[in-house]
């Protein structure tokens, strides 16, 4: 079992910036791919990006270059810092984590960013 709290969200100006932390309850290392997702009023919760074990990433396109995901196995933190942010980019955040060849997949309870003027 894996508990996920995010934090870090918060109000920021168009073009600032600003860093999700997510903290893991349990080891997350090796096993697990974790993921930030985020989802806007009415509409669908999307995949911002995410990292595996190795610290490989994927992002979707419309943050590339301007967020970026890391890890910290020994501290079962997962970050997401972005930069450049955007009005649309207002949504609450979620941490994911999901165990590979396992369907155990864990999410935190979100934290909200809003972009603003």
């Known amino acids: 079992q894996v508990q996920l709290v995010e934090s870090g969200g918060g109000l920021v100006q168009p073009g600032g910036s600003l860093r999700l932390s997510c903290a893991a309850s349990?080891?997350?290392?090796?096993?697990?791919?974790m993921g930030w997702y985020r989802q806007a009023p009415g509409k669908q919760r999307e995949l911002v990006g995410s990292i595996t074990s190795g610290s490989i990433t994927n992002y979707r396109d419309s943050v590339k270059g301007r967020f970026t995901i890391s890890r910290d196995n020994a501290k079962n933190t997962v970050y997401l810092q972005m930069n450049s942010l955007k009005p649309e980019d207002t949504a609450v955040y979620y941490c994911?984590?999901?165990?590979?060849?396992?369907?155990?997949?864990?999410w935190g309870q979100g934290t909200q960013v809003t972009v603003s003027s």
């Open positions: 349990g080891s997350i290392s090796s096993l697990y791919i």
């Open positions: 994911n984590a999901r165990k590979v060849f396992s369907s155990d997949n864990y």
